[in-house]
T-cell receptor, first 112, second 115 residues
Framework: QKEVEQDPGPLSVPEGAIVSLNCTYSNSAFQYFMWYRQYSRKGPELLMYTYSSGNKEDGRFTAQVDKSSKYISLFIRDSQPSDSATYLCAMSAWGGSYIPTFGRGTSLIVHP | GAVVSQHPSWVICKSGTSVKIECRSLDFQATTMFWYRQFPKQSLMLMATSNEGSKATYEQGVEKDKFLINHASLTLSTLTVTSAHPEDSSFYIC???????????FGPGTRLLVL
């Protein structure tokens, strides 16, 4: 079992839909959770950064962390065609190796 | 946010040649930088951690003599793919930051094609 599992998709939704992207993990030491967006042939860019459990909202994006279930989510409201990209979750532990472990990414397609 | 640049953005080379890729942190100093490679539709695979002023730390399975890393200053790390072969063709991405409690900022990536 990989440390971080993420469905690669593709996930295809109509414009305006609410998108739910998810990752599960196995390492209970993970405390920092991140979502990156990667457009084709570009480097990833940081979207959301959360510490421990709870919700964090930034515009149309909401990140949720449920440490008891080892499950994190990214919600995108009112999705736009410009949101079409690959979304990677990443997580790291405090202390020891803080280098994040990445999921394989979910490809999202928002069609007009 | 922090800006990380990479140069070149893409390179095509013949098999057997060496290719150098530069990674720069433009508006901050980075004692640690990271090098990843990414195959199509795959996640980022960490190759090595580059430490300013000391030797890089390579991940298991990554040949250090094949992928030479030099972190000469607090704003520059270079990755040299020596004697490149077609199987080295990939998307190479660097990042900086990522200390405890920090996030990583990624460069735009370098696409390498070895013929």
């Amino acid at each position: 079992q990989k440390e971080v599992e993420q469905d690669p998709g593709p996930l295809s939704v109509p414009e305006g839909a609410i998108v739910s992207l998810n990752c599960t993990y196995s390492n209970s030491a993970f405390q920092y959770f991140m979502w990156y967006r990667q457009y084709s042939r570009k480097g990833p860019e940081l979207l959301m950064y959360t510490y421990s459990s709870g919700n964090k909202e930034d515009g149309r994006f909401t990140a949720q962390v449920d440490k008891s279930s080892k499950y994190i989510s990214l919600f995108i409201r009112d999705s736009q065609p410009s949101d079409s990209a690959t979304y990677l979750c990443a997580m790291s532990a405090w202390g020891g190796s803080y280098i994040p472990t990445f999921g394989r990414g979910t490809s999202l397609i928002v069609h007009p | 946010g922090a800006v990380v640049s990479q140069h070149p953005s893409w390179v095509i080379c013949k098999s057997g040649t060496s290719v150098k890729i530069e990674c720069r942190s433009l508006d901050f100093q980075a004692t640690t930088m990271f090098w990843y490679r990414q195959f199509p539709k795959q996640s980022l695979m960490l190759m090595a951690t580059s430490n300013e002023g000391s030797k890089a730390t390579y991940e298991q399975g990554v040949e250090k003599d094949k992928f030479l890393i030099n972190h000469a200053s607090l704003t520059l790390s270079t990755l040299t793919v020596t004697s490149a072969h077609p199987e080295d063709s990939s998307f190479y991405i660097c990042s900086a930051g990522g200390g405890p409690g920090e996030t990583q900022y990624f460069g735009p990536g370098t696409r390498l094609l070895v013929l």
